[in-house]
């Protein structure tokens, strides 16, 4: 169940851009890590619904840690319905840590639509083996029929149909006490937030050393942004990225 050692020197390169215990406590609103894999040709997978390895395990093993030090990891549908993903932690600090169901975060699951099933996922499976925790599912309107162990967050459609973020992660914190929230995905979801300095505290981003391809889904938003305190670390294989997103227009 649990997975390799991180590489020491992530541990000090992380530091600084982990959830701010103090910037919650000031702020009323978690803390927001936007992060994911790409390509060197900023792709996420090799194409729409391919669920697609890019970390290494060096990398992949640095995304559990990151798990380890939210209260919340948030998907888009599109992510659950083609990745069927654990988004439970399997790392730990020392063998008598192993309570990991304790360790991971909640997974949380933007599906307004109520496409997704939980019964039978692999989160299910994980949680019934208590080495992961139930979902929150994000949703327009209370479901006919309600799935056991799925906790539902009712957020009513803004103008534009989408969830507004604010009001989503003060519900978040209000009501499930979140105070910390990974967001790994997709590419829906990392475009939108890519222009959210008001939402985003950390940018942490893996980049693997493959092209996946035009035909790959691309990460790549709207607008041009930028980034301010960035650092970089070079692995075996990837290298990281870990930035703030800018408020400046470029
Ligand atoms: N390499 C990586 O790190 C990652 C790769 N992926 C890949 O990304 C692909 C999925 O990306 P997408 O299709 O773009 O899906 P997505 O996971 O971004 O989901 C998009 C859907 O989420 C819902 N949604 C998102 N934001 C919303 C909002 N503000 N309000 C209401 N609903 C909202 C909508 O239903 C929308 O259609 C998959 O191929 C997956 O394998 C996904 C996560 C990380
Ligand atoms: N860090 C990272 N590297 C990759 O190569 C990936 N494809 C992803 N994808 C994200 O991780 C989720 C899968 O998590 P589990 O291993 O099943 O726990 C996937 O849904 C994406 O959000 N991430």
């Not at 697609?52 to 319905?81: A, P, Q």
């Not at 222009?195 to 893996?206: A, C, M």
Request: overall charge negative.
């Amino acid at each position: 169940m649990s997975i390799d050692r991180i590489k020491p020197d992530l541990i000090p390169f992380l530091e600084t851009y982990l959830p701010n215990t103090e910037e919650v406590a000031q702020t009323n609103k978690p803390f927001v890590t936007l992060t994911y894999a790409q390509s060197i040709d900023a792709r996420i997978s090799l194409g729409p619904g391919i669920r697609t390895t890019i970390s290494d395990i060096e990398t992949k093993v640095m995304t559990h840690y990151l798990r380890y030090h939210h209260d919340g990891i948030l998907i888009g549908s599109g992510t659950v319905l083609a990745d069927d993903p654990c988004l439970n932690c399997k790392w730990h600090k020392d063998d008598t840590d192993t309570n990991f169901a304790a360790n991971s975060p909640t997974p949380i699951i933007l599906d307004t639509h109520q496409k997704w099933k939980f019964k039978d996922s692999k989160m299910y499976h994980l949680f019934k083996k208590t080495e992961g925790k139930s979902p929150i599912v994000v949703v327009h309107n209370k479901p006919i029929v309600e799935e056991q162990d799925v906790k539902y967050l009712v957020i009513e459609d803004g103008n534009d149909k989408k969830i507004d973020w604010k009001i989503l992660l003060q519900k978040l914190y209000e009501k499930y006490n979140i105070k910390s929230i990974m967001v790994e995905g997709g590419a829906y979801v990392i475009n939108d937030l890519l222009l959210r300095p008001d939402i985003v505290d950390s940018l942490i981003v893996t980049i693997g050393s493959t092209y996946l391809g035009s035909g790959g889904v691309q990460v790549s938003p709207r607008s041009a942004t930028s980034l301010t305190d960035v650092d970089w670390w070079k692995g075996k294989k990837d290298s990281i990225m870990a930035a703030r997103l800018s408020s400046e227009q470029i």
